[in-house]
């Protein structure tokens, strides 16, 4: 999308943190053709893997790791321990966000047009925990009515939505231009 920042999804690990489990094998392979399909970029953070390990991810989801090789390719996919600048501006995604910190879809998409933006999901059932909430600029509610999302779910409407807002804001002003 031309004059807009990249969006990057963090997905942050919830689960454990010593064993390489079938769990972060899927959330990447889950999440891989969807940064693909929506231009974000893909991060994980607080994995117990290696580069080589990402490689050898094997998987009927995402065309057999098809777009997370394809993200790779273009330098789009990070392994990382913590939030790195070029992120951005850092949202906690979550359905219980702090009210001072509340941001919508479409101010995280405006927001895009001005800054990169790095979005943390939080895999597993406890979610991000508190020291990333607190580090977090914003907090985004992608249904904006507090509603828990299954994670492969969020992971599935949350760049979705940020993308539906963008391409509308191109879509305006090429009309506009007419």
Known sequence: MKNLKR??????NSYDKTRWHEAHKRSIARAAPICYAFDCNLA??????????????KTTIGNS????????EKNRFFIVDKFLPQFGI?????????????????ETAYLLKKKPVGLYIGLGRHGLPKDIMESCVY??????????LETCTAIG?????IY???KYFSKVKSNCKR
């Open 7 to 12: 969006l990057t999804i963090i997905l942050y």
């Open 164 to 166: 539906t807002h963008t």
């Open 44 to 57: 994980i953070m607080d994995f117990p893997c290696t580069k080589e390990d990402i490689l050898n991810i």
């Open 139 to 148: 907090h985004l509610d992608i249904t904006e009515k507090r509603i828990s």
């Open 90 to 106: 850092p949202i906690a995604t979550t359905s219980k966000p702090d009210d001072n910190k509340v941001i919508s879809p479409l």
């Open 65 to 72: 790791g098809e777009y997370l090789e394809k993200l790779i």
């Open 157 to 161: 409407c949350i760049p979705a939505v």
